[in-house]
């Protein structure tokens, strides 16, 4: 199952299963039995939810901190670097390092198919967002976009085709039109 | 028990927080039917009202909380009103302030006005420092009104009793500490931090802005001063409504009161520690950002659900499993407020799971799990408060005609409402866009779908106001204390 429709699917289940709870524990309002005492040893019920929920943070922290973005790649050499400056409205990119004075901008990215690729991410007036949509307009990966600061993204794309930018952060009234493209071939 | 001065300043909060709250509503759905474009609204007047809707709607709730515990709290100690009627008065003024900004000034840099946009000036020149005094005003208000609130409790019980910490190394303590003011105590505390960051904050964009370049902020600092802020007033908030849950729903619901226990008084005291750690998962896609911040971020994240989650939810059990309960609206909005608090908390962690927000951070999975905790959590616990006190105050607590009709409503507008959220977030549609591109036609279809979903909750909650604002108003006729 795809990450996104497992992320929903996780959500909703987790949901209806509250849901359901929650009409089980009303439902024994309703009628109880006339001897029923409530419920029994909520001390050691306690401790149990307690012992469940801290083994299951920990598994999940130790699962899924090691995938966080700031070691994808981190022991490989990008086979390509690209600088991108954004802007109101707009992205700069380009294989170089980006002189404001003299802009020397690449108008088609092309990017290596299956190969470590590095985004150098600033920006030269507000903080944007720089979220990289695959074909099938799933978003795969992102970063910040902040004045003085450089935001370094690695990613190895699996599949071929044009891949488009979206700003992810709110920028002024040119925020939901703020997109650029790349090709991977 | 509250006089009939902290009575009157109570109605006057309420109010005040539900003609606001109905107003924000109507912004939030002229935002949503814009954005399924059933309706035409230019971008910028969109973002001038996502603007206004995010800092009144933080704000409003955050008040409905304090007030809230303010009342309850009289029951223990003394509480003054005049500190309510400062609160109200400058809430006003900021609120004003604020409106002006964005609806004459066209300030529309988002409710976490994150620096630099706010001097990127796209709107009237006095619009910047006019909604940057507007916060300072609130902030300044608010801290005032939350240490004060805290000063109220010092001056029955000890800090040490005050947080209830002689239940941890007592079995039967001699002072016996009431939830109630053990919660209210960690969240004012937490309040009161938030509003020193917000008062760092302000000064020092407004700083930059008076100093015409010769001072410059650094963005990192800055986003992180406002997450904080940001972050921790919404949580604070939410747990002021959980005091008066724990307060109220045991005596609406003819069960024995609370009492505060070693896991009851080690829980709450853990949750501060860990809720002011949490804001860091707003800044995971900043890279440049310590990995070890990040990382704190989700322990946080995570941890911070354990002593509420454990402490509050097998309360809630052992108060309700297996005893025959009456019961009334009040009792449900807590109950299903506890349950939308419960669900938005999933939406919550999975989001603030640093290898999922990369897919997630900025969609519309954002608003998705807050509105949950707030529209189907917070909000429900301050409308049950509201209806309690209503009642209270008219010696009235006849259902009204319609009142079977607002739990359906809320409910299934609540409910369906932020599906729509949680279904275009995790196919990848961006939140704050006032409109969608081509690819993303989905998310067009969902907003318009959220919004009539949302106007089934509003003609909920305007059942609920009409019969609260008319019991409330039998308070200004009352002469007995």
Redesign the interface.
């Known amino acids: 199952m795809e990450?996104?429709?497992f992320?929903?699917f996780?959500?909703?289940s987790?949901?209806v299963l509250?849901?359901g709870i929650?009409h089980f524990?009303?439902s024994?309002?309703?009628?109880?039995?006339s001897e029923?005492?409530?419920?029994q040893n909520?001390?050691k019920?306690?401790g149990f939810?307690?012992v469940f929920?801290?083994i299951v943070?920990v598994v999940?922290?130790f699962v899924?901190?090691p995938?966080?973005?700031?070691f994808l790649f981190s022991n490989e050499t990008p086979a390509k670097v690209v600088y991108v400056n954004a802007q109101?409205f707009a992205y700069m990119m380009s294989y170089k390092s980006i002189d404001l004075n003299k802009p020397e901008i690449e108008t088609d990215v092309e990017l290596p198919l299956n190969e470590p690729v590095e985004f150098r991410v600033t920006s030269v007036?507000?903080?944007h967002?720089f979220?990289i949509?695959n074909s099938k307009?799933?978003?795969?990966?992102?970063?910040?976009a902040?004045?003085?600061?450089?935001?370094?993204?690695r990613w190895k794309f699996t599949e071929p085709g044009k891949y488009?930018i979206?700003c992810?952060?709110?920028?002024?009234?040119?925020?939901?039109v703020m997109?650029s493209s790349f090709t991977v071939k | 028990m509250a006089s009939l001065s902290l009575k009157k300043i109570t109605a006057v909060w309420i109010y005040t927080i539900l003609i606001l709250f109905v107003l924000a509503i109507l912004m939030g759905i002229t935002m949503r039917f814009t954005q399924g474009k059933t309706i035409s609204v230019s971008?910028?007047e969109f973002?001038l009202l996502m603007t206004t809707h995010g800092v009144t709607m933080i704000g409003i709730w955050a008040a409905a909380g304090i007030v809230a515990v303010n009342y309850l709290l009289a029951r223990y100690i003394k509480v003054s009103t005049s500190l309510n009627v400062f609160a109200l008065v400058f809430t006003v003024i900021s609120i004003l302030m604020l409106w002006a900004s964005t609806f004459i000034g066209k300030f529309?840099?988002?409710w976490?006005f994150?620096?630099?946009?706010p001097f990127?000036i796209?709107w009237e020149t006095w619009a910047t420092p006019m909604f940057l005094w507007s916060l300072m005003v609130l902030s300044v208000s608010w801290f005032i009104w939350t240490l004060g609130s805290m000063v109220q409790i010092l001056k029955k019980y000890s800090l040490r009793q005050s947080f209830a910490i002689q239940h941890i190394s007592k079995k039967s303590p001699s002072v016996e500490t009431p939830p109630l003011v053990l919660i209210s105590m960690v969240s004012l505390l937490g309040m009161v931090v938030c509003f020193i960051a917000a008062i760092i904050l302000l000064a020092l964009l407004l700083a930059e802005y008076y100093s015409a370049g010769k001072f410059v902020n650094?963005?990192?600092l800055i986003?992180n001063l406002t997450f904080f802020f940001g972050h921790t007033i919404a949580n604070e908030a939410l747990y002021l409504g959980l005091a008066t849950l724990y307060e109220l729903l045991p005596e609406v619901s003819g069960r024995p009161k609370f009492k505060t226990t070693w896991?009851v008084a080690l829980g709450w005291n853990c949750a501060i520690i860990f809720i002011l750690g949490a804001f860091f998962h707003h800044l995971?896609?900043?890279?440049?950002q310590p990995?070890g911040f990040?990382?704190f971020g989700?322990?946080a994240s995570?941890?911070a659900?354990?002593p509420s989650?454990?402490?509050t939810?097998?309360s809630i059990?052992?108060l309700?499993?297996?005893?025959?309960?009456k019961?009334s609206l009040v009792n449900l909005l807590f109950?299903?407020g506890?349950?939308g608090w419960?669900?938005g908390g999933?939406?919550a962690v999975?989001d603030a799971?640093?290898?999922?927000n990369?897919?997630?951070?900025?969609?519309l999975w954002v608003p998705a799990h807050f509105h949950t905790y707030n529209v189907m959590g917070n909000v429900l616990f301050s409308l049950a408060f509201f209806v309690w006190v209503a009642n209270e105050f008219s010696d009235n607590n006849d259902l009204q005609k319609y009142n079977k009709l607002v739990m359906p409503l809320l409910m299934v507008g609540g409910f369906g409402f932020v599906l729509m959220f949680?279904?275009a977030g995790?196919?990848?549609v961006?939140r704050?866009?006032?409109?969608?591109?081509s690819?993303?036609s989905s998310g067009t279809a969902l907003a318009s779908a959220a919004a009539w979903f949302a106007c089934i909750y509003l003609v909920g909650v305007l059942l609920v106001l009409f019969d609260v604002l008319k019991k409330c108003a039998k308070v200004f006729s009352s002469s007995s204390h």
């Open positions: 990450e996104h429709k992320i929903l996780l959500f909703l987790a949901a509250v849901a929650f524990l009303y024994t309002t309703l009628n109880p039995p029923s005492e409530g419920l909520p001390l019920k306690r939810v307690l929920m801290f943070f999940l922290l899924t901190v995938k966080s973005p700031y109101q007036d507000v903080t967002g979220g949509y307009a799933e978003l795969l990966i992102q970063t910040q902040m004045p003085g600061y450089v935001n370094r993204l488009n979206l992810l952060e709110f920028c002024g009234s040119g925020h939901a997109r | 971008p910028i973002y529309h840099a988002g976490t994150l620096y630099p946009l990127h796209a650094d963005p990192l986003k896991y995971y896609m900043d890279f440049v990995k990040q990382i989700q322990i995570y941890f659900t354990i989650v454990v402490v939810i097998i059990v052992t309700l499993y297996n005893n025959k309960i019961w109950f299903i506890l349950m419960i669900i999933i939406g999975i799971t640093i290898s999922n990369i897919i997630l951070h900025n969609t949680y279904w995790a196919y990848s961006p704050r866009f006032a409109m969608y591109p690819e993303l």
